[in-house]
């Protein structure tokens, strides 16, 4: 099994045919796709193919190019987005001091602020970096929510390790498969496993041998198998580390097991804690009846507090219930 962590599947490319290329992927075994938006229209069209599709998730964020057009409004808007069952990132966020399609400030505050957002949303995030990879690691050096995917990596080995340090994935999309890309070939070789991910960033940059086609999630194959090669093991292995990498970038997968299991645990709680509060209640009135002496009161209000206790506590139980339930994301297995 494999995870494409980032493709835009949104692309107008994909309007003739983006079920039989979902279904492509799948056939080879691509089992989760991170459909991943640049503006507000285009997260909004990625969670709604998200919705569609079983294996298919979503990131909301707005790119570097187009900060110029962030302003609160888009913040607002972007944090109910995230809130959408299947967002699972936020992202693509970033500076891009290649293109320079916003200015520099305007990129600066844009990143900053959706790096907040997803701090305060516990969302991990997706990041575009091109020509400003020392500004974007110190930013991510403040950055405290540690779960960060560098897409498409173009860099080399040694800025690629500084990441690595931080904490960070980085993720090899087709220009690894490319016979003159020796720069990325040392950093496919040479980080650790545990850092690395996979990805298309579909639908462009279609690896070999389909370059300069359409890329699409399936074509993922060809990416790892470049990669198992250049690392000198088989594709089996590559495909089982980045996937549980993946995985766990997400947290989706143990989250979900998990908060499943502690959502079944406090609703149980909260029932039962529910049903025996009652019995003290009723005999507390009983008792508060036929109260005449001091020891009679005293128990009373020992009774009543147990009750208040019980009920209480039941009370935060079945909230905690619900609430697991926002993490519930999406299920892989
Ligand atoms: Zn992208």
Known sequence: MLIDTHAHLQWPSFDSDRTEVIARAAMKNIMVIVNVGY????????????????????AVGIHPHNANTFTDGTLRALRNLAKESKVVAVGEIGLDFYRNLSPNDHQMEAFDRQLALAEDLSLPVVIHQRDAAQETLKVLQGFSGKRTLMHCWSGGLDTASSYVKLGCMISLAGPVTFPNARRLHEVAKNIPISSLVLETDSPWLAPQPYRGRRNE???????????????????????????????????????????????????????????????????????????????????????????????????????CSSFSRVYLVFNVE
Request: charged content about 20%; proline content about 2%.
């Open 39 to 58: 503006d507000l229209a285009a997260c909004r069209q990625a969670i709604g193919i998200a919705e569609q599709h079983e294996g298919v998730v979503a």
């Open 217 to 319: 999630p399936s074509f993922l194959v060809s990416i790892a198998d470049a990669v198992a090669e250049l690392r000198g093991v088989d594709a089996q292995a590559i495909s089982d580390v980045t996937t549980e990498n993946a995985k766990r970038f997400d947290q989706a997968t143990h989250g979900n097991k998990w908060a499943e299991k502690r959502s079944f645990h406090f609703c149980f709680v909260g029932l039962w804690n529910l049903t025996t509060s009652v019995p003290f209640f009723c005999r507390y009135i009983s008792t508060a009846k036929t109260t005449r002496a001091t020891t009679r009161q005293y128990a009373a209000t020992l009774v009543r507090a147990r009750a208040w206790v019980r009920f209480s506590f039941s009370a935060i139980s079945l909230w």
